[in-house]
């Protein structure tokens, strides 16, 4: 597919966001780079005002929207991080925004979005979408889906863009997927670069959805998700998605709930509280899974994680 | 001194503040509670955009600062996080911010200002103040202090507003003092609030400011303050500060360097990354020196600690 975003779009769209989110820093991480062998940092999102690059995504989305439908105020369904991003950035532009979440996700999440002016609508996991689309319909909300949306593609394309004007030198960049609009828009990013930098994907063992696809040359969905890490959950990558990221990824990895766990306990020990989800790439590479001849950046996604969960990660690794 | 702000303004700075600043989570920190005998949350204000409370004293004296002033851009003085906070609230507005900072500043926080599109000029610490006079008159750039201003307090208010708002049985505010600007905010928001909170100072014995204005019924210099709590190092507290928190504080209290180390490790323990000067209201609550016959709020002011200097903080005490 050709590049769907010029260089200028994405510089674009990482300027709308100065002063709405973060530009988040390289963290050098001397664990890792030991593992290795070549200096290792993270980008650390998990410092981003919502605890999460969703932001990105999110506000790009509505800085794009036409303002007479953003006006009317908008709508997601989500678990989590991209719902408080919604909030985040409906607030920003003075809109409603109302959030359907599955009632099992993360309370954490759940607070973060009321806190953010969201407004939360639970529902069974397996029934989210019907109830978005049906509540969207009533109430004339605008939905603001969390991956498979060109503007969200373009918001998330701003962190691996970021990495590649702080660090030009970066060999190999990896990057989590749930339903593929970060590795998405980092295909897109380094595309429009123009730099030689690798793109690794990693996934949980439960939840690996990229290296089928790449075989079967389109998504396919799967049956039972399951990992700890609760953001890349999606039964499968979006379409867009795949088509924006397929002739890009150098290769696609997987880790285990419980290297994922041993990435989140070492995250800590340096300092950074992440979410199991945001700890994957550190995984892949704690591994040993991510040769690179040269600087590689961790994508580290969030940080929005309950206290209990947290303290069993950090708590039963360390004995 | 009467109070200087009414409840609708500490309201109207706190909503005018959503989108800009994170309405930051109250954490309960199990190690903390048992040691106190009540519950102790922190107020997590380390998890702001700019990684510290100070963005709310600083957007709010942007905000509230004539256009045409503003238009023309504003400085500090501050070795980091007032700095950083300034340069977020003036890309905000879209206004240039200088930051005039010492050349021993924290490397984190000067990358902080730098990332958030802040202009750095270092200088010796003792010429601070005479450096940032001389551009802002060449310049023609409003001065921005980091905590002896009407406005700047009002933003500060805000932070113990909403844990008012949030946790209305608090009985006990710990808020650590470097100027005086929190402390003077805090004051005024428990007195604009009714509540009969206990309002406690806590302070690095080598920079105690509190406890001698008190006795001598104002602002008494310091001739070496020292710490490793960098962020409340200013010689004296403001003498508006000091007026306005004077008749509401209800205890202060010191605490050592090692106490304030040890509290930077339990809070790391608990996965926050609190910077010395963050966690000095935590010190004093493991020292045993805050008794409470109710929830007690610990404010986390900030995070912004460079990695060798947390590394040593917290593997250090681990051994």
Not at 95 to 121: L, Q
Not at 159 to 179: I, K, N, Q
């Given at each position: 597919?050709?590049a769907?975003?010029?260089r200028?779009?994405?510089?674009?769209?990482?300027?709308?966001?100065?002063?709405?989110?973060?530009?988040?820093?390289l963290?050098?991480?001397?664990?890792?780079?030991?593992v290795?062998?070549?200096?290792?940092?993270i980008?650390?999102?998990?410092?981003?005002?919502?605890?999460?690059?969703?932001i990105?995504?999110?506000?790009?989305?509505?800085?794009?929207?036409?303002?007479?439908?953003?006006a009317?105020?908008?709508l997601?369904?989500?678990?989590?991080?991209?719902?408080?991003?919604?909030?985040?950035?409906?607030?920003?532009?003075?809109?409603?925004?109302v959030?359907?979440m599955?009632?099992?996700?993360?309370?954490?999440?759940?607070?973060g979005?009321?806190?953010?002016?969201?407004?939360?609508?639970?529902?069974?996991?397996?029934?989210?979408?019907?109830?978005?689309?049906?509540?969207?319909?009533?109430?004339g909300?605008?939905?603001?889906?969390?991956?498979e949306?060109?503007?969200?593609?373009?918001?998330?394309?701003?962190?691996?863009?970021e990495?590649?004007?702080?660090?030009?030198?970066?060999?190999?960049?990896?990057?989590?997927?749930?339903?593929g609009?970060?590795?998405?828009?980092?295909?897109?990013?380094?595309?429009?670069?123009?730099?030689p930098?690798?793109?690794?994907?990693?996934?949980?063992?439960?939840?690996?959805?990229?290296g089928?696809?790449?075989?079967a040359?389109?998504?396919v969905?799967?049956?039972?998700?399951?990992?700890?890490?609760?953001?890349?959950?999606?039964?499968?990558?979006?379409?867009?998605?795949?088509a924006?990221?397929?002739?890009?990824?150098?290769?696609?990895?997987?880790?285990?709930?419980?290297?994922?766990?041993?990435?989140v306990?070492?995250?800590?020990?340096?300092?950074e509280r992440v979410?199991?989800?945001?700890?994957?790439?550190?995984a892949a590479?704690?591994?040993?899974?991510?040769?690179?001849?040269?600087?590689?950046?961790?994508?580290?996604?969030?940080?929005?994680v309950?206290?209990?969960?947290?303290?069993?990660?950090?708590?039963a690794?360390s004995?």
């Amino acid at each position: 597919m050709a590049a769907p975003f010029s260089r200028e779009e994405i510089r674009g769209a990482a300027a709308a966001l100065e002063g709405v989110a973060v530009r988040t820093p390289l963290v050098e991480i001397p664990a890792l780079s030991r593992v290795a062998g070549v200096p290792v940092f993270i980008k650390a999102e998990h410092r981003q005002p919502i605890g999460a690059f969703k932001i990105r995504g999110a506000f790009t989305a509505l800085a794009r929207m036409a303002p007479d439908v953003r006006a009317a105020g908008v709508l997601t369904h989500s678990s989590g991080n991209h719902g408080q991003a919604l909030a985040w950035a409906a607030r920003h532009f003075g809109v409603r925004a109302v959030i359907v979440m599955p009632d099992d996700s993360p309370r954490v999440k759940v607070a973060g979005v009321r806190r953010h002016g969201g407004e939360v609508v639970f529902c069974k996991r397996p029934e989210r979408a019907r109830v978005a689309a049906g509540i969207a319909e009533r109430e004339g909300l605008a939905q603001v889906p969390p991956y498979e949306h060109a503007d969200v593609i373009l918001g998330q394309a701003t962190c691996a863009w970021e990495v590649l004007d702080d660090m030009p030198e970066v060999a190999t960049l990896v990057v989590p997927v749930g339903g593929g609009g970060l590795l998405a828009g980092s295909a897109v990013a380094i595309r429009a670069s123009g730099r030689p930098t690798r793109l690794v994907a990693v996934e949980p063992e439960g939840a690996a959805k990229v290296g089928p696809a790449l075989q079967a040359g389109q998504p396919v969905p799967l049956a039972h998700p399951h990992s700890i890490a609760d953001g890349l959950l999606p039964a499968a990558v979006g379409a867009l998605n795949f088509a924006l990221f397929r002739d890009v990824v150098a290769s696609s990895v997987t880790v285990s709930d419980e290297e994922i766990a041993r990435a989140v306990r070492l995250l800590h020990d340096a300092g950074e509280r992440v979410e199991p989800s945001g700890a994957v790439p550190s995984a892949a590479v704690l591994a040993g899974r991510v040769p690179s001849d040269g600087p590689i950046v961790a994508l580290v996604t969030g940080g929005n994680v309950d206290a209990d969960v947290y303290e069993r990660l950090t708590v039963a690794l360390s004995s």
